[in-house]
């Protein structure tokens, strides 16, 4: 199984960043490679939860997320499963002295396999999935930045509200 992991520090709240992270309804804004949100769970971000959508051409295709783990304050991880690959994506909210640090890391195994596959995912696939992540975590992070002040419970950008549980 593969690892890719990246993380990022930035000048908000945890609950401002957990707050941005589980609003569905902006995904497509930074979620890298997300084209088109099908269905969401109206359990969302709970365990058990399932979110599905769909990639653009050259994507992952059909992408499932069924929450596994959410601890409120800390973090969530979710079973994905594409056509390429299945696997654990985990998001971890620390409090740090300049903010949030936000990780985001997915273990992955492929489903297409060879005796050649541990070197392909070493020199491409790993690397590949390290840089998704980075511009998910990339685009997120302006997302958050941008947005209204926290005790109005906004999620960045004006168009898009946060929704309080």
Do not use: K, N
Not at 19 to 46: I, N
Not at 144 to 163: D, F, T, V
């Amino acid at each position: 199984m593969g690892t890719a992991r990246v993380t990022q520090t930035f000048s908000a709240s945890v609950a401002d960043a957990e707050r941005c992270w589980y609003d569905t309804s902006a995904w497509s804004v930074w979620v890298d490679g997300l084209d088109e949100m099908l269905e969401v769970d109206p359990r969302w971000p709970g365990l058990g939860a399932v979110v599905t959508w769909e990639s653009g051409p050259a994507g992952r295709g059909h992408v499932t997320e069924r929450v596994v783990a959410y601890a409120p304050g800390e973090g969530q991880t979710v079973e994905v499963d594409d056509v390429s690959v299945t696997g654990r994506q985990t998001v971890m909210f620390a409090p740090v002295p300049d903010g949030v640090q936000v990780t985001l890391a997915l273990e992955y195994r492929l489903h297409r396999r060879s005796p050649l596959t541990p070197l392909v995912d070493l020199l491409f696939i790993r690397r590949a999935m390290t840089l998704s992540l980075g511009r998910t975590l990339g685009r997120f992070g302006p997302r958050l930045l941008s947005g209204h002040p926290a005790a109005e419970h906004w999620c960045p950008g004006p168009e898009i509200r946060c929704i309080d549980e």
